[in-house]
C-alpha cells in the first residue's frame, strides 16, 4: 500500500489541492493517506514539528504539499525520510528542488516542458464528475479579491434574474471574503441560503455532485474548476476586474472560448447555459501522471 503525507498549512484551499491529488491517487492503487499540519512560527519551527509528527507515523512513500509556507517542511521531510516530493502551484522555491511540480498553466511563464512540471489546467480539487444530476441549481460567491473589486448591487442584480428565471430548486452560499450581509439580503429569493460557516467540508462537494447548474462568481477560480470538474453547466456571474484581469482574466477567457463556461452577458441573450463542451478531470489525470513518474503504480 502507497503511503501517502500530506503536509498542510491549514488553508482549506491549498488541503483541498493536495487532498484532491491524493484520493485520485487511491482511485489508481491502494493508498494510506496522512496529514501532517507543522502549524504557525518561524519556518525552523515548522520544520522541526513536520518531522516530529512524520515519524509518528508509518514511513512514507510520497509527501504532498501546497503553500508557500509548507515548501520547507515539504523539502526537509523528503531529504529526511528519502522521500518524493510533490508540490502544487508555483512554488516560491525554485522548481529543481522538488521531484515534481504541479504548476497550473496560466503561471507558467513558458510552453516549454520540464521534466518534472506537469502543468494543469486550473487548481487540482476533490471533485468527481460521477454524480447524478438534479433539478438543482447551485450559485457560489466570492468577494473582493487580487484580481477583483465588490460591487453589490449589479450581482445582486444578475442573482435575482438567474433565480427568478428559473424552475430550479436553488441554493445559495457566500465564502470567507464575501461582505456580511449579502448573502441575507437574498432572502428575499425562492432560494435556500446556506452561510458558509454554517457548512461543512463535504457540503460543496455533494452538492456541485448533484446539481444541474451552477454559477460562480468571476473572483472564485477554484471554485469555477470544481464546478466544472462536476459535470454541470456553469455560468459565469459578473465582477469588475481590477485592471486588465491579466492572468486569471486569461484563463477566464481561455474556458469561455473552449465552451467550458457562460458568461452572464450570454445568459441573458439565450436564457441558458451551455453544456460543458469537455469533461475535466484534471486530478485523475495528474494522479496517474505522478504515479507513472515517480514509479509508483504497483507492479
Avoid at 520544520?47 to 509528527?53: D, K, T, V
Avoid at 477554484?222 to 453547466?233: C, L, Q
Wanted: proline letters at 7%; glycine letters at 6%.
Amino acid at each position: 500500500m502507497l503511503a501517502i503525507q500530506i503536509i498542510s498549512d491549514d488553508k482549506p484551499g491549498h488541503l483541498n489541492q493536495s487532498k484532491g491529488l491524493a484520493e485520485a491517487m487511491a482511485r489508481l492503487a491502494p493508498v494510506h493517506i496522512e496529514i501532517i499540519t507543522p502549524g504557525k512560527g518561524p519556518f525552523w519551527k515548522r520544520i522541526s514539528q513536520s518531522r516530529h509528527a512524520s515519524a509518528k507515523l508509518p514511513e512514507a512513500d510520497l509527501f504532498i504539499a501546497a503553500g508557500h509556507k509548507t515548501h520547507l517542511p515539504l523539502l526537509a521531510l523528503g531529504r529526511n525520510r528519502k522521500a518524493p516530493t510533490v508540490v502544487l502551484m508555483k512554488p516560491s522555491l525554485p522548481t529543481s528542488w522538488f521531484d515534481l511540480c504541479l504548476i497550473p498553466r496560466h503561471d507558467l511563464k513558458s510552453s516549454r516542458s520540464n521534466k518534472n512540471i506537469i502543468p494543469t489546467t486550473g487548481a487540482l480539487n476533490r471533485v468527481t464528475g460521477n454524480g447524478t444530476k438534479e433539478e438543482l441549481g447551485l450559485i457560489l460567491i466570492g468577494g473582493a479579491s487580487r484580481s477583483h473589486s465588490w460591487s453589490p448591487q449589479p450581482l445582486r442584480t444578475a442573482i435575482e434574474s438567474i433565480v427568478n428565471d428559473s424552475t430550479l430548486a436553488w441554493h445559495l452560499t457566500d465564502s470567507r471574503r464575501t461582505p456580511a450581509g449579502f448573502l441575507g439580503s437574498l432572502s428575499h429569493l425562492p432560494a435556500a441560503l446556506h452561510p458558509h460557516a454554517q457548512t461543512g467540508p463535504h457540503w460543496l462537494p455533494e452538492m456541485l455532485a448533484r446539481a444541474s447548474e451552477v454559477w460562480v462568481t468571476e473572483d472564485s477560480v477554484s471554485m469555477i474548476y470544481e464546478a466544472i470538474t462536476s459535470r454541470a453547466a456553469v455560468g459565469l456571474l459578473p465582477m469588475q476586474p481590477v485592471g486588465k484581469g491579466g492572468k486569471i482574466r486569461a484563463s477566464l477567457d481561455q474556458l469561455l472560448s473552449d465552451g467550458c463556461l457562460t458568461s452572464y452577458q450570454q445568459w441573458t441573450q439565450t436564457r441558458q447555459l451551455a453544456k460543458p463542451a469537455q469533461a475535466l478531470a484534471e486530478a485523475d489525470r495528474c494522479a496517474r501522471l505522478v504515479l507513472e513518474r515517480l514509479q509508483l503504480l504497483p507492479k
